[in-house]
């Protein structure tokens, strides 16, 4: 087997261990069981908090070769169902009668509103799923252990959440059924996933820099990709970037500065702005930074109006 194969089953092997724990069977418990220990109890499989450590990769990928990553032909195409299954319905659940036909059509009004481009290990999705319970939002990342690890992370706090008394101080609000993510490729993909001007919000923070000349076509930040960008962010949306890094930062704000359909953000215009503040401070690699005690640099874009025919 090849050193690539043998990485790649690793990969897939990485995951949260498991625990079991016994609860009165009329307890209100969601997550499935396993089975009855014979004292009217049942056995509740307890999924456990990831650990980072089995979940570490290198944090460079190439962008440009063949992940074989699963991506929908269009828009349309994307079932939703499996990352927030309390907002959508699987397609085969689906009723052909009137009645369903209200629910499906206000279903299908609910939308992933905001996306975390190299979203990493989920800092900024888990910091501002409970603040916006209603916003449908999901993290973009290349990197497949680096996804199972956010899939893993979700998985397990919405099982704990679930399992909380309702009136629980740990008790989050949305419970974090409104934030997931997908191992993909922005770059080029970002379109299969989102309509024209379906997103408000798109981050993409610490991103690679790619230092040498010859990699930085790499950037995320890049000329023909603003107009992918652009093509996903209604008009009024904002686009995030942070970076701890000056000279890329210098390099995103002149592109962006340059493309007709954004427009800069004064910083003291987001001063009070709690996502920005997420945005700087909850991601990995924000913390880092601040343990380091290095600079953080932010530019902010609003979309354009769309010009006139």
């Known amino acids: 087997m090849s050193k690539r194969s043998h990485d790649q089953v690793d990969e897939m092997q990485a ?86 036909a209200s629910a499906d059509e206000a279903q299908t009004q609910k939308q992933v509103e905001w996306a975390d481009v190299g979203c990493g290990f989920g800092g900024l999705l888990m910091a501002l799923a409970p603040m916006f319970p209603d916003t449908l939002m999901l993290g973009m990342e290349i990197r497949m252990s680096v996804t199972k690890y956010v899939t893993d992370r979700i998985a397990a706090t919405r099982q704990y959440q679930s399992m909380l008394p309702p009136d629980s101080p740990q008790r ?44 930085q076509k790499a950037r995320i930040i890049t000329p023909g990709l603003l107009a992918e960008y652009a093509y996903v962010l209604r008009p009024g949306g904002i686009l995030y970037t942070v970076t701890d890094v000056k000279d890329l930062h210098e390099w995103m704000a002149l592109h962006l500065n340059n493309h007709p359909l954004f427009i800069p953000i004064p910083n003291e215009e987001l001063a009070d702005d709690p996502i920005l503040e997420a945005a700087r401070t909850s991601t990995e690699e924000g913390k880092k930074v601040e343990r380091n005690k290095g600079d953080k640099w932010v530019a902010c874009f609003r979309r354009a109006e769309n010009p006139e025919d």
């Open 172 to 215: 989050q609000p949305g419970e974090y059924q409104n934030v997931s993510v997908i191992r993909a490729n922005a770059m080029k993909h970002i379109g299969n996933f989102f309509e024209k001007g379906q997103l408000s919000k798109i981050f993409f923070l610490f991103p690679d820099p790619h230092f040498k000349n010859r990699k």
């Open 15 to 100: 995951g949260p261990s498991t625990s079991t724990s016994t609860a009165s069977a009329t307890s209100s418990l969601t997550p499935a069981t396993n089975g009855s220990n014979g004292s009217g109890e049942v056995n509740i499989g307890l999924l456990q908090i990831p650990q980072k450590r089995f979940y570490r990769q290198r944090a460079h990928a190439n962008v440009f070769v063949d992940h074989e990553l699963d991506y929908p032909k269009s828009p349309a195409e994307m079932d939703w169902s499996f990352h927030y299954p309390k907002f959508f319905s699987h397609p085969d659940q689906a009723e052909p009668d009137a009645s369903s």
